[in-house]
């Protein structure tokens, strides 16, 4: 849950920060948090379920299309809460906060694919991100 902290700490700025009229861009930018986050919480409960059963890979529901929904989806919530601060100079940090998850991907890749061998090649093959 550490790649949500971001979206609750700019959500909490954003409670106190005075809003103003609504535009495309801020309607677009609450879309995207209630997309990002909704399917932040589903891949997160696809994880966990798979996790309390049995030991393995998590390969259903948004994990058959996207090896790392969990830090996708929080990277979406966070562009929309940008974009419905209107903070376009905070893209520079969006692009920079995208970079630590992107590194922790690849890492965990690196040792599942030790892990799990021609198993995870295969599901690496058929995913994206």
Known sequence: MITAL???IVAAFMVTR????WTLIRFLGLLLILLGLGLLTLARIQF???SSRQAGLVTRGLYSRIRHPIYLF???AFAGLLLYLNELRGILLLLLM????YHLAR?????LEALYGDQYRRYK???WF
Do not use: N, W
């Open 18 to 21: 005075r809003e103003g009229p």
């Open 125 to 127: 093959q058929r995913t």
């Open 74 to 76: 929080s990277f979406v």
């Open 107 to 111: 890492r965990e890749e690196h040792d």
């Open 98 to 101: 995208g970079l630590f998850p």
């Open 48 to 50: 966990e379920k798979k």
């Open 6 to 8: 971001p979206v609750v």
